[in-house]
Nanobody, 126 residues
């Protein structure tokens, strides 16, 4: 049974911080890559950060130095600092199989084939 649930979204002012969390009730998260993605209105879904089974992290250039991804088996977190208006989006967590080409950083369209999405949580920065 797969159940990914994001929480922690909300409205903040530019420069403030916000932590997001993702809970996986399946008990199998340790066998997967995990990642955060986001989608703004009228935009395509984009990768934000990912973390593999061994703790190796990858970040989009737009969030590097501001966001931190972490995981503890069935829990995944995204600590967002120094938020900017352009960070406004629906944020989705995902777990997915490691890919020989993309490793744990596939594009969102491939994530759909490799694993599972959460329902999303809204982050608004003004």
């Amino acid at each position: 049974h797969v159940q990914l649930v994001e929480s922690g979204g909300g409205s903040v002012q530019a420069g403030e911080s916000l932590p997001l969390s993702c809970s996986d009730s399946s008990g199998t998260a340790s066998d997967y890559c995990m990642g955060w993605f986001r989608q703004a209105p009228g935009k395509e879904r984009e990768a934000v950060a990912d973390i593999d089974m061994y703790g190796t992290r990858n970040y989009a250039d737009s969030v590097k130095g501001r966001f931190t991804i972490s995981r503890d088996n069935g829990k995944m977190y995204l600590q967002m600092n120094s938020l900017k208006p352009e960070d406004t989006a629906m944020y989705y967590c995902a777990k997915y199989a490691r890919d020989i080409e993309f490793e744990c950083s596939p594009p969102p369209s491939v994530v759909t084939d490799l694993g599972y999405w959460g329902q999303g949580t809204q982050v608004t920065v003004s």
